[in-house]
């Protein structure tokens, strides 16, 4: 167990529609880190997020989007869902910013599905 | 061509066998890190290094910072080592960038 925590463990969904996917990094972890990983993709780096404030933004679409809030928790938003838009999704938590020396704590992952 | 390469692709061994799974990259990097993704999918964080070797139990990690090269070996390889094998770097921005993994498979 991680200590990282997401909600909900899997969705299933229909094309056009909105989903919000959670996370809660561990105790005393300020960094929070969205990845995606689909099936022809492998793993993409979505977003990173550090004691509230946006840090990094990767290959995240405009369809998406995050916030952490002030206890630290996380939430993705995912709108106008395509069916391209399937895939696992992880958050990470660490204690510092910069992922050249921090290691990341992966949560269990949200599994959406796309119909 | 990726920035992030990892070699074999899929790997069968017997139990007990001593294993290797290489990981380049074309990126310039100070660091470099090491996950399992167990088959249910879950993703464990084994080793982040920026020089030399790293060991747990009986996993060895290496890296070669100058020749942009890392190697995970497991030793003594067991069925519960199943699982895929993922090398990530960071990249511009400090983002990490990811092999596309390594499939394992130890046989009793």
């Known amino acids: 167990d991680s200590g990282v925590t997401q909600t909900p463990k899997h969705l299933i969904t229909a094309t056009g529609q909105r989903v919000t996917l959670r996370c809660s990094p561990r105790s005393g972890d300020l960094s929070v880190y969205w990845y995606q990983q689909s099936l022809d993709q492998g793993l993409q780096f979505l977003i990173q997020y550090y004691n509230g404030e946006e840090r990094a933004k990767g290959n995240i679409l405009e369809r998406f989007s995050a916030q952490q809030f002030p206890d630290l928790h996380s939430e993705l938003n995912l709108s106008s869902l395509e069916l391209g838009d399937s895939a696992l999704y992880f958050c990470?938590?660490?204690?510092?910013?910069?992922?050249?020396?921090?290691?990341?704590?992966f949560g269990p992952g949200t599994r959406l599905t796309v119909l | 061509k990726n920035e992030v390469e990892q070699s074999p692709q899929n790997l069968t061994a017997q139990e007990g066998e001593f294993i290797t799974i290489n990981c380049s990259y074309s990126?310039?990097?100070?660091?470099l890190h090491w996950l399992q993704q167990h088959p249910g999918g879950g993703i464990v964080s084994l080793f982040m290094?920026?020089?030399g070797k790293k060991k747990h139990g009986r996993l060895i990690a290496t890296i070669n910072i100058q020749e942009k090269h890392s190697s995970l070996h497991i030793t003594a390889s067991h069925p519960r080592d199943s699982a895929v094998y993922i090398c990530a770097a960071p990249g511009e921005g400090d983002k990490l960038i990811f092999g596309t993994g390594t499939r394992l498979q130890v046989f009793p």
């Open positions: 290094l920026s020089s």
């Open positions: 990470a938590s660490s204690v510092g910013l910069a992922a050249k020396v921090d290691t990341q704590y």
């Open positions: 990126v310039g990097i100070s660091a």
